[in-house]
């Protein structure tokens, strides 16, 4: 069984196909999380957060929901952000000069609402967005910028919307340390031409996601890459060149065309005391007599 979905819809179908014994390839929640750091080139990494936060208006599980910036670059980020955050061109998707087109429906519109509300009670800062378009055909709005601390509850949420959260930090491990402190694990980034700093973010106590990209944004570089995630993202894996073993099974066969047999442990039939002569009497060892 392969499944796309939330979180609780994934929990059921595994526990119904783990009833028959059966297998499942689970590709369930993301909360996409890109760190800056100092050695990054600041332009590529804007046009990748940018991008990865309100292509398809942040409805893709591989969006990028946070960004984390180092305290020192972190005005010099807010301010580029923020500019190409004001001429995001919000529009019909069939327009080409359109980035980034509607939600999916009116629910999400209100979820969104529901989320920066959330935001601002639990002690977070909207800097700009979120507010509904009029535009005809579509349930638009503009994207949000939201400023916030890492343990914000609603950043442990994935909002299907076009909602970043902005997150200072000060060494590379608390970075990685803020990026790992979510539930899901499907996909992360890390802007930085420091080859040692890469190299952390790529090593077992690295990012924790199954998908991690260095000076390339969450959003579109895994194309045929083995796409999938840990934790409460379901560990499947699409894709990718081991992808086939998720829906095949594995058949161990053993062919004999000698016209002998070979027993195992290196038995021989006619030397076992399993095997006797008809009317042979059979004789009895004590355990432990003779050798």
Known sequence: MSYTGSVPSGRRVGCLVQERFGRHLLELGGNGAVIVTPAADLETALQAVHFGAVGTSGQRCTTTRRVIVHESIYPAFLAGLQERYARTRVGDPRDPAQLMGPLVDAGAVATMQMAMAAIREQGGRILMGGDPLPLPGGCYVT???????????????????PVLYLIRYRTLEEAIRIQNAVPQGLSSAIFSNDLRETERFLAAAGSDCGIANVNTGTSGAEIGGAFGGEKETGGGRESGSDAWKAYMRRQTT????????????????????FVSAPGAKSSTRRPGAGI
């Open 143 to 161: 994207p949000c910028l939201a400023e916030v601390p890492w343990d914000l509850p609603m950043v442990r949420e994935e909002t299907f919307a």
């Open 254 to 273: 053993a062919i004999n065309f000698s016209g002998g047999l070979e027993l195992a442990q290196g038995i021989s039939l006619e030397a076992s005391a």
